[in-house]
């Protein structure tokens, strides 16, 4: 039997003329063992934030059982379009990430750059509409607490053409489950948008050093693997909206 | 148990003896005992076994002894026996566990029920007769008692270990547990789940008295209305007879023998009602609603307390016929005995 | 190395070894370069100070407990701040030092080894993860100084929500913090053992200590995250009164149960399975034979971590969930147990036809076998419904878990330091005194415990800071035990230190074990290996390893 300790260079220096970037981490044996590395940790990494979506989500499917009535009556109180819009935003950023990753690995900085600063101002603008929808509820005491108003539920506004009221009032009882449908939506989202401005934090800095070239020259692990989270925060939202905003919603309702 | 009575009856007593063992006072204890020792002999043997090996091996192949090692790569056979016997094993403690289990959780059906409520840190126990106690329960013997409990605040969990019961008592919804009781005498009550600064001071007794000496009991410590005659009070005072009033064309059903029938709802579905259901409607009704109702009823959510919501609750249970509730329909301002006010229109009352 | 001594231990001669002239603990100085250093090595001992430093802030928390309750009065101290001693207890004990342990001290220095790699996939989220660990201790730290927390490590909701007033949100957020460092900590092992494998070391010539921890990593990465969420939701809904769990509002309490109980049942296996790994590898080496049925072992290993993930439930057995789940859960439970007994007995059987030892990390070992087993059977008490109504929430329950966690992993921990403290620190520690602490923590353990069990099934309840007087005796016995226990786990202490200066030279392999650790110098080199090595053997293959031996010539630094 061979002694353990053998040296292996040799097998392969031929084939992979040793094209050692400065970001070769000197614990891995190749490039390619990096980058494969790098990436399997990103997917476990999004693994975990499913599951810790998935609490959320689990709570949400439960309570949406129970409290059907007042869990459509509170989802009515969100703004569609708003929602549609946001919605729209995010998806667009996440096609500027691609387009970012494409940029990279074709070498262009220039348009790299520039893909960056659309997602991140894409990211900036789904912020800001959820600033707006949170500051509506805040005017309209839907936070949940002791403020938390449930007269729109029982004696909901009436259509001034019909004269009916324009959803079906909740008896109060049911009316105060709403909360619990407004606690759900602000954690979810809140949680969403935190892992937003993680993103956008290291969108930031992840421009700054493309701007500097450290992603135009065969690196672009940080890159791809970024676009991997951008997407999974992308995709948690176009989970959260027909959740959240568009419970009951038949056309012409 | 095939073991000779005599054996067991010393085992456990002696052991009781020695503040090693509880006492057995209720008709589950003897079988909870049984599987606790078919338990505990299957952790000895299984120990010895694997001692007996661990031990055997370490004498025989020391290093003094054997002083070159064999390699053995496994063994199927060995891993099929020690993969199937314990699988076995446990199964049989799933079974007897579960058997056991189902027996502690269905009460006969005429077991006495007692309403107990937890609260930080006593418990309030409520006899149907009106009797209240507090940190105590008394019980007779040779009777199954049901206990149907809730807490007022936070988890607790109330156990009577030489009864061998125990239930967790959650905010916001009944639990049950039953007994038997076999031998009078007094055994711990303890709140098991903790619950916060006075967790260990949330302790009692059950106060186990002979058939005879319980009517005695109930007889002197009654404390003048049963829990259903609070209740009538409430109903009436809190305005439910206004709508439950059990005409032909009141607004709520008539809840006359209602408890106890299978309810048909709005929604379709058959409910049995229970004390869980009866409470949950008070407080839910807009999830409860009786077919052909409107969902008129308001919440009394924060308005009864748990106490109130029990009194309520043996009302309904008691409640035969309406004659008395429509006679309290314009009586239910005031407790006392009304002047001539004739029974008139209903409605009179607020809500 | 005599064919007749009683004694494997094979070192180099004392009177000219000394320590390589360069390994990782000289290689650079100054403690910004611990402080900022990406070698696994220096991670793991970083991480091993500072559970260290936990671990004996948990036991004297302990310590004060069992002082409580030598008399059925609440008299040594007042009843809130007793509910905080064993909150802290708890708090400290599983998520500072249980979760992390073998992990992250053990694991850390010798996974990227065994597998043949430089270091792990991730360094840098390496040494993340200890800054993740010191900060969410120093929550807890804050927590315990600020006046303490009192809810019980379980967090139960609606007290912990609604009814104290103690600093939970610190508390929850540090333990919050700490589950990120255990969630990066699982992640880089599973990048690892997946990517970094030397040429020729396939899954099934790995040492078990990679698939044990492999499987713990699985559950760290799994079953943390849900924890995480649901500590938010409780700190949200004392802070801004979001409120998921408050029946007030219609929530249900029982659903943070549910939660709370889907991380913290993995939890338990992620405690347990690291420490079985550690107990291969010993029986293994002292021995000396290839650990029986490794396929079993490894397979069994994967199956604990899968079935770990269904059986939360019966931790709430008489909490409310209807009897067909307590049904399933049951079941389910019973199953799981099947794959640790297979696990002992194949631990058992490698003894047979071997040629044993009884250094120190045999008899810790040794000491896990018969503990776990007694500790494994009482969860199958625990596991059967019927039985479960009378045992639950009482100190059969306390009894259980110290069984497997402090008679079982403990063990297995100090079982570990023991056997790879020659190569963290190329030192060897003083044998007599390491035996003397390992039987002493035995018997302190053993008199602290059993008496719990009684205590139990008579009815004690949990968390009860006084107790009827017909307990008393018991209580006494356990408190004894507890004396002798914490003078067990002192000594380490001392004798361990002092082997960092005193200790005999430990040389490459003074166990002569296999695994690829024990092919290089004590302490190692900050790269591991000179050159990346090739397996073409099996895993604990002992004539492979007498081949190299009567080729080689040993010379140290």
């Known amino acids: 039997m061979d002694n353990a300790i053998v040296a292996t260079h040799d097998t392969h220096a031929e084939e992979h003329h040793h094209v050692s970037l400065p970001q070769h981490r000197h614990h891995f044996e190749t490039a390619e063992q990096q980058r494969e590395a790098g990436t399997f940790g990103m997917w476990l990494f999004l693994l975990t934030e499913i599951m810790f979506f998935g609490g959320l989500f689990f709570a949400y499917l439960l309570y949406r059982n129970w409290y059907n009535p007042a869990f459509v009556a509170a989802s009515n109180q969100l703004s569609i379009p708003l929602g549609t819009v946001n919605t729209a935003v995010l998806i667009s950023s996440g096609f500027f990430m691609a387009l970012g990753v494409w940029a990279a690995e074709v070498r262009k900085k220039g348009l790299l750059v520039l893909f960056l600063i659309l997602t991140t101002l894409s990211g900036l603008v789904f912020l800001g509409v959820k600033y707006f929808e949170y500051k509506e509820k805040w005017e309209k005491h839907h936070i949940p607490g002791a403020s938390f108003d449930v007269s729109e539920f029982v004696n909901p506004p009436l259509n001034p053409k019909t004269g009916k009221p324009i959803e079906e009032p909740l008896s109060p009882d049911m009316a105060q489950k709403t909360q619990i449908f407004f606690s759900l939506y602000f954690a979810m989202t809140g949680m969403h948008a935190l892992h937003m401005i993680i993103g956008i934090v290291l969108l930031g800095w992840l421009t700054m050093r493309a701007q500097r070239g450290e992603f135009t020259e065969g690196y672009v692990a940080p890159i791809e693997n970024f676009g991997l989270y951008w997407h999974f925060v992308d995709i948690v939202w176009i989970f959260l909206f027909p959740l959240l905003y568009l419970i009951n919603r038949h056309p012409g309702s | ?351 | 190395m005599s064919t007749t001594s009683s004694t494997i231990v094979s070192l180099p001669d004392q009177r000219t070894a000394t320590l390589p002239k360069k390994n990782y603990i000289n290689a650079e100085d100054g403690i910004l370069s611990w402080l900022l250093t990406g070698d696994h090595k220096r991670i793991a001992i970083l991480y091993l100070i500072s559970i260290t430093f936990f671990f004996f802030v948990g036991g004297l928390f302990a310590g004060l407990i069992r002082l409580e309750l030598l008399t059925p009065q609440p008299d040594l101290v007042a009843s809130d701040t007793y509910n905080k001693l064993f909150t802290m207890h708890g708090i400290v004990m599983i998520f500072l030092f249980l979760v992390p342990s073998v992990p992250a001290t053990i694991g850390n220095f010798v996974i990227p080894i065994m597998i043949g790699a430089k270091d792990l996939a991730f360094p840098k989220i390496n040494l993340l993860s200890w800054y993740l660990y010191m900060f969410g201790a120093a929550f807890t730290v804050a927590a315990i100084v600020l006046g303490g927390v009192d809810t019980g490590w379980t967090f139960t909701t609606p007290l912990s929500t609604h009814y104290l007033n103690t600093h939970v949100v610190t508390a929850g957020l540090g333990v919050f913090i700490i589950g990120f460092s255990s969630i990066f900590t699982g992640l880089n092992f599973i990048v690892t053992i997946h990517r970094m494998r030397a040429p020729g070391m396939t899954w099934f010539r790995l040492p078990l200590f990679v698939w044990s921890n492999y499987a713990a990593s699985i559950l760290m990465v799994l079953g943390t995250p849900v924890l995480a969420i649901t500590l938010v939701l409780v700190v949200l809904e004392r802070t801004i009164h979001l409120g998921v769990f408050d029946p007030q509002l219609g929530g249900d309490p029982l659903l943070f149960q549910h939660l709370f109980w889907f991380y913290s049942h993995p939890a338990v296996y992620i405690m347990i399975l690291p420490g079985m790994g550690v107990i291969s590898e010993i029986m293994s080496t002292f021995s000396r034979k290839r650990v029986f049925g490794y396929s079993a072992v490894a397979f069994s290993s994967v199956a604990i971590a899968l079935f770990g993930f269904f059986v939360w439930a019966h931790h709430m057995f008489i909490m409310g969930v209807s009897n067909y789940s307590a049904l399933v859960f049951s079941l389910l439970t019973m199953l799981v147990a099947v794959p640790s007994a297979i696990k002992i007995f194949n631990w058992a059987f490698t003894m047979q036809k071997g040629s044993i030892t009884f250094e120190t990390p045999m008899l810790y070992a040794l000491a896990f076998i018969g503990l776990f087993t007694i500790g494994g059977l009482t969860g199958v008490f625990l596991g059967s419904l019927g039985m479960d109504i009378h045992l639950t929430e009482t100190y059969f329950i306390v009894a259980h878990f110290h069984y497997v966690m402090v008679g079982g992993m403990l063990m297995a921990f100090l079982g570990g330091v023991h056997f790879w403290w020659p190569k963290m620190t190329g030192r060897m520690y003083p044998e007599s005194l390491s035996k003397l602490s390992a039987v002493t923590s035995f018997i302190g353990f053993n008199l602290t415990f059993l008496p719990q069990f009684l205590l139990g099934y008579l009815g004690m309840p949990r968390r009860y800071h006084a107790y009827p007087p017909e307990f008393q005796v018991l209580n006494v016995l356990s408190t004894a035990g507890a004396t002798v226990l914490g003078i067990g786990f002192l000594l380490p202490l001392i004798y361990l230190a002092w082997s960092l200066k005193y200790g005999a030279i430990a040389g490459n392999n003074p166990w002569q074990a296999t695994g690829l650790e024990w092919q290089i110098q004590s302490p190692p080199l900050t790269e591991n290996f000179i050159e990346t090595p090739v397996i073409d053997y099996e895993a604990y293959d002992y004539e492979w390893l007498a081949n190299k031996t009567r080729h080689e010539v040993t010379t140290v630094g």
Request: neutral net charge; proline residues 6%.
């Open chain 2, 1 to 351: 148990m095939h073991i000779s009575p005599v054996l067991w009856q010393f085992l456990v007593k002696w052991l009781n003896a020695s503040a090693l063992f509880p006492r057995e006072a209720s008709t589950i204890a003897p079988y909870t005992d049984a599987l606790y020792f078919f338990l505990l002999l299957i952790t000895v043997v299984g120990l010895a076994l694997v001692g007996a090996l661990v031990f055997g091996f370490s004498v025989r192949y020391r290093k003094e002894r054997n002083p070159v090692a064999t390699q053995v790569e496994g063994s199927t056979l060995l891993e099929a026996t020690w993969t199937i016997i314990p699988l076995a094993l446990f199964l049989i403690c799933f079974v007897w566990g579960a058997l056991l289990y189902f027996r502690i959780y269905n009460p006969p059906a005429n077991s006495l029920n007692i309403y107990v409520v937890g609260k930080q840190w006593m418990w309030k126990s409520e006899h149907p007769g009106g009797q209240h106690e507090i940190n105590n329960l008394h019980v007779p013997s040779g009777r199954p008692v049901q206990l149907t409990m809730i807490s007022q605040d936070v988890f607790h969990s109330f156990s009577i270990p030489d009864f061998r019961v125990k239930r967790e008592v959650i905010p916001g919804r009944y639990s049950t547990v039953w007994f038997e009781a076999t031998t009078p005498g007094t055994y711990h009550i303890f709140c098991t789940q903790y619950c916060g600064t006075k967790h260990s001071g949330m302790i009692g007794e059950v106060t186990v008295l002979t058939p005879d000496d319980y009517k005695k009991w109930t007889d002197e410590s009654t404390s003048g209305m049963s829990l259903a005659q609070n209740g009538e009070r409430l109903f009436a005072s809190m305005g439910c007879n206004a709508c439950h009033s059990g005409n032909a064309a009141a607004r709520g059903p008539n809840l006359a023998n209602v408890y106890g029938s299978k309810l048909k709802l709005a929604n379709g579905s058959e409910v049995l009602v229970n004390e869980a259901y009866l409470r949950d409607a008070i407080l839910n009704p807009s999830q409860h609603l009786t077919a052909g109702y409107a969902p008129i009823m308001p919440t009394y959510q924060g308005q009864i307390s748990e106490e109130g919501l029990i009194d309520l609750v043996e009302f309904i249970k008691s409640l035969k016929t309406n004659y008395r509730v429509q006679q309290t329909l314009t009586t239910s301002e005031s407790n006392q005995t009304t002047p001539d006010t004739p029974a008139d229109t209903p409605g009179v009352v607020k809500p």
